[in-house]
């Protein structure tokens, strides 16, 4: 085996080591574990090679939800509260107000991925330990979009990529936030280098933030109704280089 497609394997068993909550050595900067999120299924999360060949790394992250994709916990049913996903979460919610990080993560939307408004589908958040989301980004009824949700409902959205540029290539996001509870807080995004939102002002409302990424849709019967149907078409998306720094510096490949 040469040395190079040592590194990548290695890697990609770290990254399915990390996913699992076991010790890992990948490098996403300075984030720690991840775990699934309410979905266990075989094809819903998968470490395959870069299917598009232009990725800035060799293995990607695969999410993949289907139809009837709903489980639920102790805490909380998907099923019952007519939604579906397949995310990965930080098992570490320790980001607590006064902390100030950049965020990183490259998206796929291939070809035939298809946008199932008016269902809602996330695709990246930052949501609260015992709190709700306060900042989502979408693709409901076109395009990828920051929907600002400090108060708990949405307060403004932010257009990050258009419907037309969306599919058929890598997208990198970058966030430089400051969690704050006050007005000193603020959230920056940039979208393939060209900054898309300068917010200032409260960027969170209880104890901790943590970051969750995947596919992750709402109100399915929504679709359904529209459309007269019993099923929502399976969606899948991709993601590379998922990190987190405290300088923009530390994020480049």
């Known amino acids: 085996m040469h040395i190079n497609s040592g590194i990548a394997l290695a890697k990609a068993i770290a990254i399915m080591t990390l ?9 996403r900067g300075n984030f720690g574990p991840f775990q699934r999120s309410l979905n266990n ?5 998968q470490v395959v090679t870069d299917p598009t060949g232009t ?26 509260n007519d939604r579906e996903r397949s995310e990965l979460s930080e ?4 980001t607590t107000p006064g902390k100030e990080y950049w965020y990183r993560w490259d998206i796929y939307f291939p070809e035939d991925y298809v946008n199932i408004y008016p269902t809602k589908t996330a695709l990246a958040q930052f949501h609260q330990k015992s709190g709700h989301v306060v900042w989502m980004f979408q693709n409901s009824d076109g395009g990828y979009h920051l929907d600002q949700q400090v108060t708990g409902s949405t307060e403004r959205y932010y257009e990050l990529i258009s419907e037309e540029d969306l599919r058929g ?11 704050e509870k ?3 807080g603020f959230l920056k995004v940039w979208v393939n280098g060209e900054q898309k939102v300068d917010y200032s002002g409260r960027t969170m409302t209880a104890k901790a933030v943590y970051f969750k990424y995947g596919i992750y849709r709402s109100y399915m019967s929504r679709y359904k109704s529209w459309n007269n149907t019993d099923t929502v ?6 993601y590379s280089n998922v990190a987190r720094a405290t300088d923009r510096q530390s994020l480049a490949n």
Do not use: L, M
Request: glycine residues 6%; charged residues 25%.
């Open 19 to 27: 996913v699992s909550g076991c010790a890992s050595t990948i490098d």
């Open 91 to 94: 098992k570490n919610k320790t």
């Open 41 to 45: 299924t075989s094809h819903g999360y």
């Open 55 to 80: 990725a800035n790394s060799e293995y990607v992250e695969r999410f993949e939800v289907r139809n009837g994709d709903c489980t639920g916990n102790e805490d909380w049913s998907d099923c019952d």
């Open 233 to 238: 078409p399976t969606q899948t998306v991709y």
């Open 169 to 179: 290539k890598w997208h990198q996001i970058e966030v430089h936030a400051n969690w």
């Open 182 to 184: 006050n007005d000193s």
